[in-house]
């Protein structure tokens, strides 16, 4: 045996001189070769420009070490290109600068390397010491020019179906461009525990390529791994810079790619790209950036997307397009074109958003940036010639804003407005001036304001003139509107009106001081709208003439630094612009200036600096930092003017004022890098982008902060951060000298300290990766003696953020200004840190109000977030944190400030509270109700189920785990349980095992658990039927027993007894409005003089949620009038006391501490003064409740409510014992219980009938409305309570009645007497039982006819659905029957007369139930069942059950119970009143449940028995669910309305294979009667034979079919659209072969136009005024028909039966609608001609009207003055006609030939042979003759033939007479070749050739159509819908086949039967057409 030679691996080095090039070396495989700077160790010189150009051995590439690099970070650079054209950054790799750490790789994409280093004049270093080599590829990844030999049979792939295994798993057909694959959470970090499986299969014959890059992982745990077969190419983790590419190594073999993660870090994941390639020899590299287009998903961390290719050129010939979408609908997407480079002329890129095209770029285009509100669209288009490198695109969520100019800009503006208006000239002051005049230099005001008379409801218009050539200016001094409904709007134009494109600029109350307003015109006018006064205060303004529509004339006058950049900034500045701007100050300051960014185009925009009259200064082109102080206080002038073309970015600038002799530098601010002075107080300094949590890439920013007091040092600490480890930084300078790079996550602070009064702080980053940034604060102090720590708490801890320092005893922090509104726009951070990393933080909030829209406390631990809280927290919050840190973030908006929160923060030890892996709240995560952790304190805190109050979801499992500190126990209180009994299961349990298994119903001894472990967990699971309320607990933890016991002695007790009068005493808790004591027991006892009561009215009153509360008791005794807590706090409640004597007593436990309570107290002597809108509790003595100012008149335009309420158990009584109103106009209502039912409408009419009203609960509510005219003294009631039995009065005008088995009898008011005029009265009759029916008889009835009535409805409420309305007398007694429970009714009377009214009676019947019964689902389950007393049903049974829901509600049927006979009886579904059809079900005994749910309110249930075998039948529940939101789309069918937005549906189980013996209906309507449904197929599978999918065009099967679809469907190319307004479809499947199904989307699209079922069939003749001819019949028309009528302009010249005279003719009929809008005028009366009328006319004009309602068409009415005419006899004698009313039978036959490659040009010569001799025997007068060849349909062309040049008409419909003619054209048809389109064919002869031809709608004429092909059709899907509408539209089809020809299509033109022949001729060869033409001739003829 011979041993192959051991192979040793040396590593060689070669120094290469440190020259500095250009050198051209090689790298070796095996050989490390040295590339040194110039001068290296030492420091290189300056100004280098160095070239080293390495070139590996072929299949290589270069690998680069890095071993020493340092040079000047900002200024020597040393760039790697994989090309040595340095002129673009396309071909560079990378960039190295400052200090790179040792050992760093980078690899070249390619055989190739140069590198390029340069420096400048300035700082040198050493340089650096780098070595290179080549490396030889794996052979996968090699892109070789041969294919190598496989040593195994290549693998096949056995199945190309997609696996169903979501975004993760699947199976991936490559295509031929590229297409990309990201791991799940893109573009975010990916997901844990994830195991991702791609098999990436390539098309027929051909190879797999794939890129992987951009590779961030785990690097021990999360692996990407890539296969070929079974054999492993590649493992891949961590960080992975270099590109890896793979392609298969034979044809046909799929590459796999696997990814699986562990549950712990998540990081970027990584890019793959791939696509389908033919061979290797002509693969070029997959870029990652290869992609061509999709769907994409904004975050805020940045992301790219480039043109295909990246950096190389696109390739030709493309059209690309993405959708960007913001993960938040309330962020925008930003989108910035980094880089472009198109061919100018012919590639374009188009960015779209908010609905339109934004920007359409080509050329060379840099930093170009859009934001969309809405999503964003990239398009991108390319011809075949000359491609450029592309386009880079950044894009990110960014937060809405409202585009205004700078608000500094703006307050400058205000303030010269506030200084230069002149007091003589007379302001506008109300809205009659509305046309005023603007004058140069002479200011008017504009002062519009409430005192001054503007009212609601107002509209003000002013337009402003100002001179030729100059413009309107308005500045805003003062504004205040209500930001909902006020606003002012500023027009270009000069007339008052609303146009929309007209709108410069709208303000509301959202604006602080709106900008300034240039006009683009000399003109402009304002629009004022008020809706209220409520909030409007007015606004200041003044308007003048200028001469530049930017620029303003300021006096600034203190040191403020104000912002001024150029117009639209920053964005590009517009064209034609002409700016000034004129800054000056108080004698003895002067103006500072600065200048920071500026962009202009070089050559002609420019920005002109003045100082006083002196031209100091001309920018343009580019410059930065450019300083300014002016010489006196004059200050500056500053001109700005661009030209017509190019516009760029502009300037950002600032000024000031300062005094002369103390003139500080002024800079410009920036996110990336300032110079500035550090003071005493912390500032906060943050990396760009922090805000949005991610920075810019290719940053480096520099911070200079230098103190501002002598002897002082810069203290500088970053608190957190987050960047890309290996490459992106922050550094601190001291000195010039630098700190260690922070990189990665850091979230511990590290503080520096300057040594000379100043730091330099850079933050790097590189072009790869971005994160979050850094975030510091800096201050400045007194040099420190020891090294210094995190900043201690100030005392003002008010402040807004601070770094405090966390210790063992509890600190105080609040918002800014509490317990006073914190201010808008705030951002504040507290930063809590302890230094010893065994102690935590503790942090509770024990306040908490703010805004809950819009303002935020975020809880982050480093960067991650804990928790967001907003709105009010009734309980404290508490946080323990994992680590040593917490940040609190506080955020507020404009608008709506509140009180803010008061926390404290504590350090505990790590061994006394249990660590988890987050920190955990108290309080329940937001937007998490299925299974969290959470965190237990003494204080109870509430658990719900998923979904509370609602119902919990079906198939929920979830998982709960409540904890507590080490050493603590916990308990849970449940507080409400309700759950399904069998199936849905609540377990509790701890560390010693299972403590409790709950289910079903409990109301009573409700569950208490206690553990003795400090960590309880709990676990829901439900099944997928019946849901419930679920559960509520309360749950809390014990701390450890102690050994001094806790004190039981209130820490606050108070007794105190007052005396009342009737002047007004005020009694507070302790401490309020602020935080009462803890552990309060007060007890007030309030005593008036005898014979006087006491009212008690709570003003104000905020307590602890859970355990602090006052009671209340009437008189000296125990007597609990009312106990309030959190849970009832009343909101302006009243109490009155029965007696002289009244006590109240507040409890409030050792926890949380509330604001407390204000009550006011006083004594009553007659009536209490009530407010207008009040809750008064009513004690069973009786009180007086009146209106406004009883006894005096009330005021107008009064409306008042008081909720009287009582104890529980008793009820309200309210007497009226005097009233006197307005009767026409003013009234009262009269409401029962909570919910408000109107039981009586009462007034001056109803009153003396009705006086007495009592409540059926505690609850009653009085109502009292006044208009705006006549007054009266009002209404006075005696109010009290009883617990007396409620009994109805009969004649009372409503009340609320409970039916039972006997009758009751009521009646209308004073009935039998006449019943009230103006009356409304309301009963509501309920059932104690939903299960049964309210009956009601009418015994007498008698009303006025028409305007008194009495209305009966099947519910609770007014609304509800109508039973009957009962008018004038009823002879006979009516009865009627609810459905549900309860039955309402209302009389309702007018002014007029009055009758005796009814007399009724109302009792409790059983819901029929049994066979064909109309039943109304309820909220829990009710049953239906079989009639089977004998235990079997009856033969012969069909029963049809009704089930009904409420509006909005769905029913869900439930079978638990089915034996029945399997052959014969059967039970049926039917969703809706159009009772579409669900299910067909016969069993004989159920393993499970069967359930159904209906799409509507309705569903019917059907049951059929024969004659024979009977059986037990079914038992079913049926319940109303809420109806869902959106329909189930894998369900069996369903009816649903549809919109504009499209909704998916598909087949059971898509895109698994559908159930065999499927039987599926869908019922899709369209709720706007002017619209119609659209249906469109994306995707269609089924077997060919025997599934299909039936689509008809209306509510069931009998309507229209439209299509049957079976087989293949290409995707998208079938769309169906309904005539009726609605789509049936129907799917079958047999029990044979089973496919995927269809997936399709259906919406609601608008109609061209609507049809006509009849029109008039119409032919008159009217001579002289008098008709001759006169025919006007009703006639049907067929579907998509309009109505015609063609009218002579002139008089005719007709011919009848040798007479001649002259007469108007008119003409109706039916015509196709497809034929109106092509037909001419001409067109119709030539056809008209050719109709054998009983006359001959000649004639010019006419006129054609095409109408789509029924009968709409009509004749020309004949003159009003009418005068006989003497007529021959013989003109009203018909002629002889046919049976169809024809005097000659006509024809029109179009001809189509097949002309695709199926045929010969010969054999084609024979087909026009054969059309020759059939048009021989043709009369060409009666039958005319067209032709048209087809092949090929253009997709994208209209239907035309100038368009369709494959769809030929070579001659038009009856365009020859002459018959050699006509045979002529024919044999000089040329033939085409390519395509078979015959469906396309037919619809143009039917919708364009038949229309033109004049006689489409002549129902005397014959419509033919002769197809000769040999029927394989490329559009076969087709023909059925084609073919189908021309048989409705009256056409006759012949079918010619020629040769191998595919007889089904044929046999679906012929005759639309498949295995049909009728009208159907078949030759086998071209030349045999002879022998048919005949036979077929005679056929067209008959």
Same mark, same amino acid.
């Not at 012919?346 to 958003?353: A, K, M, Q, T, Y």
């Given at each position: 045996m011979s041993h192959a030679p051991k192979t040793t691996r040396c590593t060689y080095f070669v120094l290469i001189p440190a020259g500095c090039g250009p050198t051209n070396l090689t790298a070796e495989a095996g050989t490390e070769k040295i590339i040194l700077s110039p001068n290296f160790p030492s420091n290189y010189g300056a100004s280098q420009d160095c070239w080293w150009i390495i070139k590996p051995p072929d299949d290589h590439i270069i690998e680069l070490s890095v071993k020493k690099f340092k040079t000047e970070f900002c200024c020597d650079k040393l760039k790697i290109y994989d090309s040595f054209d340095s002129s673009t950054d396309r071909n560079l790799i990378e960039t190295l600068a400052g200090t790179v750490q040792d050992g760093r790789t980078i690899s070249s994409l390619q055989a190739f390397v140069a590198l390029n280093f340069k420096s400048d004049s300035s700082v040198h270093f050493s340089g650096f010491n780098i070595t290179y080599t080549a490396k030889l590829l794996a052979a996968t990844q090699i892109l070789q020019n041969e294919i190598p030999t496989a040593t195994s049979p290549p693998q096949q792939t056995t199945t190309r179906s997609r696996r169903t295994g979501g975004e993760c798993r699947a199976d991936v057909i490559a295509e031929s461009t590229a297409k990309l694959i990201n791991p799940p959470g893109h573009p975010g970090l990916y997901r844990?525990?994830?195991?991702?499986?791609?098999?990436?299969?390539?098309?027929?014959?051909?190879?797999?390529?794939?890129?992987?890059?951009? $590779?961030?992982?785990?690097?021990?745990?999360?692996?990407?791994?890539?296969?070929?077969?079974? =054999?492993?190419?590649?493992?891949?983790?961590?960080?992975?810079?270099?590109? +890896?590419?793979?392609?298969?190594?034979?044809?046909?073999?799929?590459?796999?790619? &696997? /990814?699986?993660?562990?549950?712990?870090?998540?990081?970027?994941?990584?890019?793959?790209?791939?696509?389908?390639?033919?061979?290797?020899?002509?693969?070029?590299?997959?870029?990652?950036?290869?992609?061509?287009?999709?769907?994409?998903?904004?975050?805020?961390?940045?992301?790219?997307?480039?043109?295909?290719?990246?950096?190389?050129?696109?390739?030709?010939?493309?059209?690309?397009?993405?959708?960007?979408?913001?993960?938040?609908?309330?962020?925008?997407?930003?989108?910035?074109?980094?880089?472009?480079?198109?061919?100018?002329?012919?590639?374009?890129?188009?960015?779209?958003?908010?609905?339109?095209?934004?920007?359409?770029?080509?050329?060379?285009?840099?930093?170009?940036?859009?934001?969309?509100?809405?999503?964003?669209?990239?398009?991108?288009?390319?011809?075949?010639?000359? @491609?450029?490198?592309?386009?880079?695109?950044?894009?990110?969520?960014?937060?809405?804003?409202?585009?205004?100019?700078?608000?500094?800009?703006?307050?400058?503006?205000?303030?010269?407005a506030v200084t230069t208006v002149s007091t003589t000239v007379q302001p506008i002051t109300t809205c009659r001036e509305s046309r005023l005049n603007a004058h140069s230099g002479r200011p008017t005001p504009i002062i519009i304001s409430r005192s001054i008379g503007v009212s609601e409801s107002s509209n003000c218009w002013w337009t402003i003139i100002a001179p030729t050539s100059q413009f309107v200016r308005v500045i805003f001094t003062k504004f205040q509107l209500d930001a909902c409904c006020d606003s002012v709007i500023a027009y270009n134009s000069r007339t008052q009106g609303h146009v929309e494109s007209l709108i410069i600029q709208e303000f509301n109350g959202n604006e602080q001081i709106p900008q300034a307003v240039f006009s683009e015109r000399d003109y402009l006018t304002l629009f004022l709208h008020i809706d209220t006064l409520n909030v409007f205060r007015g606004f200041e303004a003044h308007f003048d003439a200028v001469e530049s529509r930017c620029g303003f004339d300021y006096k600034i006058s203190e040191s403020r630094v104000n912002d001024l950049n150029s117009p639209n900034y920053p964005d590009n500045y517009p064209s034609s612009t002409e700016c000034e701007w004129k800054i000056s100050t108080e004698p003895g300051r002067v103006v500072q200036f600065t200048v920071g960014e500026f962009s202009t185009e070089p050559c002609c925009d420019y920005l002109e600096i003045f100082d006083g009259g002196r031209a100091v200064e001309k920018l343009r082109g580019t410059s930065s930092d450019n300083q300014y102080v002016s010489t006196d206080h004059t200050g500056f002038t500053l001109r700005f003017s661009s030209d017509k073309s190019v516009e760029r970015k502009g300037f950002r600038g600032v000024y000031s004022s300062s005094p002369a002799d103390a003139v500080t530098p002024l800079t410009v601010p920036s996110d990336c890098g300032f110079e500035t002075m550090a003071t005493t107080a912390p500032q906060n300094v943050t990396s760009p982008g922090w805000e949005e949590n991610v920075y810019e890439m290719n940053l480096d920013c520099y911070w200079t902060i230098s103190v501002s007091t002598p002897g002082y040092q810069v203290f500088f600490s970053v608190v957190e951060g987050r960047t890309e480890t290996c490459c992106d930084y922050v550094q601190v300078f001291n000195n010039d000298i630098g700190s260690d790079t922070l990189s990665g996550h850091f979230t511990s602070p590290v503080m520096f300290v300057s040594t000379n009064g100043s730091l330099r702080i850079l933050f790097h980053s590189d072009a790869t990766q971005a994160f979050r940034g850094f975030r510091g604060l800096y201050y400045e102090g007194p040099t420190p003696t020891t090294p210094p720590s995190a900043i201690s708490l100030s005392a003002s801890t008010a402040s807004c953020g601070v770094v405090a320092s966390v210790k063992n005893i509890s600190q105080h922090f609040t918002s800014p200004n509490y317990p006073e509104s914190y201010s808008g726009n705030a951002i504040c951070e507290w930063t809590l840190i302890s230094n010893d990393p065994d102690v935590l933080v503790r942090l509770t909030f024990t306040n908490f109000h703010t805004e809950p829209c819009c303002d935020t406390v975020t809880i982050l631990e480093g960067l991650d977030e804990v928790d967001v809280l907003r709105g009010t927290i009734s309980s404290p919050a508490e946080y323990i944190s994992k680590g040593n840190n917490f940040t609190v973030r506080f955020q507020s908006d404009l608008s709506d400030h509140r009180r803010g929160f008061n926390a404290s923060f504590i350090g505990i030890s790590r061994y006394d509270v249990e660590t988890t892996t987050a920190p955990l709240s108290a309080t329940r995560p937001s937007g998490q109700d299925c299974g969290y952790e959470i965190a237990a304190f003494e204080t109870p805190h509430e658990f719900i189920s998923p979904g509370w109050p609602d119902r919990y979801p079906s198939s929920s499992n979830c998982n709960w785990m409540i904890s507590a500190p080490i050493g603590w126990t916990l308990v849970l209180n449940f507080t409400s349980f309700d759950t399904e009994q069998c199936c849905d299961i609540l377990n509790i349990s701890d560390s010693t095992g299972n403590l409790a298994t709950l289910s079903g119903l409990m109301t009573s001894d409700l569950p208490s658990i206690v553990t003795s472990q400090n960590e309880l967990s709990l676990s829901f699971v439900s099944d997928k039927n019946i849901r419930k309320d679920g559960f509520t607990a309360l749950y809390s933890a014990i701390p450890p027993p102690t050994t001094t016991p806790a004190t039981t002695t209130p820490a606050y007790v108070c007794e105190e007894t007052l005396n009342i009068t009737q002047n007004t005493q005020v009694i507070t808790s302790e401490g309020f409005p602020h935080y009462y004591a803890s552990s309060t027991n007060c007890t007030w006892t309030l005593v008036a003089a005898e014979g006087e009561r006491m009212l008690l009215n709570f003003t104000t009153i905020s307590l602890e949620t859970c355990c602090d509360y006052i009671e209340i008791f009437d008189g000296i005794d125990d007597k609990v009038l009312e106990k309030i807590s959190f849970e009832n706090l009343p909101t302006n409640q009243i109490y009155v006391s029965s007696g002289h004597v009244m006590r109240f007593r507040f409890i409030s436990d050792i926890n949380i501490e509330e604001d407390g309570f204000q009550v006011q107290v006083q004594t009553i002597q007659g009536l209490p003064a009530y407010n207008c809108d009040a809750r008064i509790f009513?004690?069973?003595? @009786?009180?007086?409740?009146?209106?406004?100012?009883?006894?005096?008149?009330?005021?107008?335009?009064?409306?008042?409510?008081?909720?009287?309420?009582?104890?529980?158990?008793?009820?309200?009584?309210?007497?009226?014992?005097?009233?006197?109103?307005?009767?026409?106009?003013?009234?009262?209502?009269? /409401?029962?219980?909570?919910?408000?039912?109107?039981?009586?409408?009462?007034?001056?009419?109803?009153?003396?009938?009705?006086?007495?009203?009592?409540?059926?609960?505690?609850?009653?509510?009085?109502?009292?409305?006044?208009?705006?005219?006549?007054?009266?003294?009002?209404?006075?009631?005696?109010?009290?309570?009883?617990?007396?039995?409620?009994?109805?009065?009969?004649?009372?005008?409503?009340?609320?009645?409970?039916?039972?088995?006997?009758?009751?009898?009521?009646?209308?008011?004073n009935y039998p007497m006449e019943y009230p005029a103006k009356s409304e009265c309301h009963w509501l009759i309920a059932s104690s039982s939903p299960l049964e029916q309210v009956e009601l008889n009418l015994h007498d009835i008698r009303f006025e006819d028409q305007s008194d009535y009495l209305e009966v409805r099947d519910g609770r409420s007014p609304s509800a659905p109508l039973l009957g309305v009962i008018q004038r007398d009823f002879s006979q007694q009516a009865v009627f029957s609810s459905t549900t429970g309860a039955m309402y009714i209302k009389m309702r009377t007018d002014t007029s007369n009055q009758y005796r009214g009814f007399n009724a009676s109302y009792k409790l019947v059983p819901t029929e139930r049994s066979c064909g019964s109309t039943l109304h689902a309820l909220d829990f389950p009710t049953q239906i069942r079989t009639s089977n007393a004998s235990g079997t049903y009856p033969n012969?049974?069909?029963?049809?059950?009704?089930?009904?829901?409420?509006?909005?509600?769905?029913?869900?049927? #439930?079978?638990?119970?089915?034996?029945?006979?399997?052959?014969?009886?059967?039970?049926?579904?039917?969703?809706?009143?159009?009772?579409?059809?669900?299910? #067909?079900?016969? /069993?004989?005994?159920?393993?499970?449940?069967?359930?159904?749910?209906?799409?509507?309110?309705?569903?019917?249930?059907?049951? $059929?028995?024969?004659?024979?075998?009977?059986?037990?039948?079914?038992?079913?529940?049926?319940?109303?669910?809420?109806?869902?939101?959106?329909?189930?789309?894998?369900?069996?069918?369903?009816?649903?309305?549809?919109?504009?937005?499209?909704?998916?549906?598909?087949?059971?189980?898509?895109?698994?294979?559908?159930?065999?013996?499927?039987?599926?209906?869908?019922?899709?309507?369209?709720?706007?009667?002017?619209?119609?449904?659209?249906?469109?197929?994306?995707?269609?599978?089924?077997?060919?034979?025997?599934?299909?999918?039936?689509?008809?065009?209306?509510?069931?099967?009998?309507?229209?079919?439209?299509?049957?679809?079976?087989?293949?469907?290409?995707?998208?190319?079938?769309?169906?659209?309904?005539?009726?307004?609605?789509?049936?479809?129907?799917?079958?499947?047999?029990?044979?072969?089973?496919?995927?199904?269809?997936?399709?989307?259906?919406?609601?699209?608008?109609?061209?136009?609507?049809?006509?079922?009849?029109?008039?069939?119409?032919?008159?003749?009217?001579?002289?005024?008098?008709?001759?001819?006169?025919?006007?019949?009703? &006639?049907?028309?067929?579907?998509?028909?309009?109505?015609?009528?063609?009218?002579?302009?002139?008089?005719?010249?007709?011919?009848?039966?040798?007479?001649?005279?002259?007469?108007?003719?008119?003409?109706?009929?039916?015509?196709?609608?497809?034929?109106?809008?092509?037909?001419?005028?001409?067109?119709?009366?030539?056809?008209?001609?050719?109709?054998?009328?009983?006359? &001959?006319?000649?004639?010019?004009?006419?006129?054609?009207?095409?109408?789509?309602?029924?009968?709409?068409?009509?004749?020309? @009415?004949?003159?009003?003055?009418?005068?006989?005419?003497?007529?021959?006899?013989?003109?009203?004698?018909?002629? &002889?006609?046919? =049976?169809?009313?024809?005097?000659?039978?006509?024809?029109?036959?179009?001809?189509?030939?097949?002309?695709?490659?199926?045929?010969?040009?010969?054999?084609?010569?024979?087909?026009?042979?054969?059309?020759?001799?059939?048009?021989?025997?043709?009369?060409?007068?009666?039958?005319?003759?067209?032709?048209?060849?087809?092949?090929?349909?253009?997709?994208?062309?209209?239907?035309?033939?100038?368009?369709?040049?494959?769809?030929?008409?070579?001659?038009?419909?009856?365009?020859?007479?002459?018959?050699?003619?006509?045979?002529?054209?024919?044999?000089?048809?040329?033939?085409?070749?390519?395509?078979?389109? $015959?469906?396309?064919?037919?619809?143009?002869?039917?919708?364009?050739?038949?229309?033109?031809?004049?006689? /489409?709608?002549?129902?005397?004429?014959?419509?033919?159509?002769?197809?000769?092909?040999?029927?394989?059709?490329?559009?076969?899907?087709?023909?059925?819908?084609?073919?189908?509408?021309?048989?409705?539209?009256?056409?006759?089809?012949?079918?010619?086949?020629?040769?191998?020809?595919?007889?089904?299509?044929? +046999?679906?033109?012929?005759?639309?039967?498949?295995?049909?022949?009728?009208?159907?001729?078949?030759?086998?060869?071209?030349?045999?057409?002879?022998?048919?033409?005949? +036979?077929?001739?005679?056929?067209?003829?008959?």
């Open positions: 844990s525990n994830l195991d991702c499986d791609w098999l990436i299969i390539p098309q027929d014959g051909e190879r797999v390529q794939i890129s992987i890059g951009l $590779i961030a992982t785990q690097i021990c745990c999360d692996i990407i791994e890539v296969f070929e077969g079974e =054999e492993l190419l590649a493992r891949l983790s961590g960080r992975v810079l270099n590109v +890896q590419r793979f392609v298969s190594s034979r044809p046909d073999s799929p590459i796999r790619i &696997t /990814f699986k993660t562990d549950e712990s870090v998540n990081r970027a994941g990584f890019r793959m790209v791939h696509r389908s390639v033919s061979g290797i020899g002509q693969v070029q590299p997959l870029s990652l950036h290869a992609v061509c287009g999709g769907n994409l998903i904004a975050s805020r961390r940045i992301q790219q997307v480039t043109s295909p290719n990246w950096p190389s050129p696109y390739p030709e010939s493309v059209q690309c397009e993405w959708t960007i979408t913001s993960s938040l609908t309330q962020l925008s997407v930003e989108i910035v074109v980094d880089r472009l480079n198109t061919q100018e002329c012919c590639d374009f890129l188009e960015i779209h958003g908010d609905g339109f095209q934004v920007a359409r770029l080509s050329g060379s285009a840099f930093r170009r940036r859009f934001v969309m509100n809405d999503n964003g669209r990239i398009v991108f288009t390319a011809n075949s010639t000359n @491609p450029g490198t592309g386009f880079r695109i950044t894009y990110r969520q960014v937060a809405r804003q409202i585009i205004t100019t700078t608000p500094r800009s703006t307050a400058a503006a205000t303030q010269v009513i004690p069973s003595t @009786p009180i007086k409740l009146t209106s406004t100012n009883y006894p005096n008149n009330y005021t107008t335009s009064v409306t008042c409510n008081w909720n009287l309420e009582t104890s529980s158990g008793r009820r309200v009584v309210v007497n009226f014992t005097d009233f006197q109103m307005e009767s026409c106009c003013d009234y009262v209502e009269i /409401f029962d219980g909570d919910d408000r039912r109107l039981v009586a409408k009462l007034d001056m009419h109803t009153f003396k009938y009705s006086k007495i009203f009592e409540s059926t609960s505690s609850q009653m509510s009085v109502s009292f409305y006044s208009d705006k005219t006549i007054t009266g003294r009002g209404f006075k009631a005696d109010v009290f309570s009883t617990s007396d039995e409620y009994v109805v009065d009969p004649g009372a005008c409503g009340f609320t009645g409970v039916a039972s088995n006997t009758s009751t009898y009521f009646h209308s008011p012969g049974e069909n029963c049809m059950w009704t089930l009904k829901a409420d509006e909005g509600k769905i029913i869900v049927l #439930n079978f638990t119970f089915m034996e029945m006979e399997i052959c014969c009886d059967k039970v049926q579904i039917f969703d809706g009143q159009s009772e579409r059809f669900i299910d #067909n079900i016969t /069993f004989f005994g159920l393993t499970s449940p069967l359930v159904y749910n209906s799409s509507s309110n309705v569903m019917k249930v059907r049951f $059929i028995s024969d004659d024979t075998i009977g059986a037990a039948g079914f038992v079913a529940n049926f319940v109303q669910e809420p109806a869902p939101d959106a329909p189930d789309r894998h369900a069996c069918g369903f009816t649903w309305n549809a919109t504009s937005q499209p909704v998916e549906f598909n087949s059971p189980l898509f895109p698994l294979n559908y159930p065999f013996n499927a039987e599926c209906h869908w019922l899709i309507r369209s709720p706007d009667k002017n619209k119609q449904v659209q249906l469109e197929i994306l995707d269609f599978r089924t077997e060919k034979c025997c599934d299909f999918l039936k689509v008809y065009d209306g509510t069931s099967t009998s309507a229209p079919l439209i299509t049957s679809l079976s087989d293949v469907i290409e995707p998208g190319s079938d769309v169906i659209t309904s005539t009726s307004g609605s789509l049936y479809l129907e799917f079958v499947s047999d029990a044979s072969g089973s496919y995927r199904g269809f997936l399709a989307t259906f919406k609601m699209v608008e109609v061209e136009r609507k049809y006509s079922n009849s029109c008039y069939s119409i032919m008159k003749a009217f001579t002289d005024k008098t008709p001759v001819v006169e025919v006007k019949e009703v &006639t049907s028309c067929s579907p998509k028909h309009q109505c015609l009528t063609v009218k002579t302009v002139a008089d005719a010249q007709v011919k009848m039966n040798g007479d001649s005279f002259e007469a108007t003719v008119t003409y109706g009929a039916c015509i196709p609608s497809i034929a109106c809008p092509v037909t001419s005028c001409s067109d119709l009366m030539t056809s008209l001609r050719g109709i054998d009328l009983p006359f &001959t006319m000649n004639f010019t004009t006419c006129e054609v009207e095409c109408c789509d309602e029924d009968l709409c068409n009509d004749d020309q @009415p004949p003159p009003t003055t009418a005068t006989p005419t003497t007529l021959p006899t013989t003109t009203a004698l018909p002629l &002889t006609t046919d =049976e169809y009313g024809c005097w000659n039978q006509r024809r029109d036959v179009m001809f189509l030939l097949d002309g695709s490659g199926s045929f010969t040009a010969l054999e084609f010569m024979e087909i026009l042979k054969f059309v020759n001799q059939l048009v021989e025997g043709f009369d060409l007068e009666l039958t005319r003759v067209g032709v048209m060849q087809f092949s090929h349909w253009y997709r994208h062309r209209p239907m035309t033939t100038r368009a369709q040049t494959l769809l030929k008409t070579h001659i038009y419909l009856g365009q020859y007479s002459d018959a050699d003619q006509l045979q002529a054209a024919i044999s000089g048809i040329n033939h085409h070749g390519y395509t078979t389109y $015959i469906a396309h064919a037919i619809e143009k002869a039917i919708s364009i050739d038949f229309p033109r031809a004049g006689r /489409f709608s002549d129902s005397c004429t014959s419509k033919i159509i002769v197809v000769v092909s040999d029927g394989k059709a490329t559009d076969a899907n087709y023909l059925p819908t084609t073919t189908g509408l021309g048989r409705a539209l009256g056409f006759n089809f012949f079918a010619v086949g020629i040769g191998d020809r595919e007889m089904r299509e044929l +046999q679906i033109i012929a005759n639309g039967k498949v295995g049909s022949d009728e009208r159907l001729f078949v030759v086998p060869w071209a030349d045999q057409l002879t022998t048919v033409a005949r +036979q077929l001739s005679a056929e067209i003829l008959m």
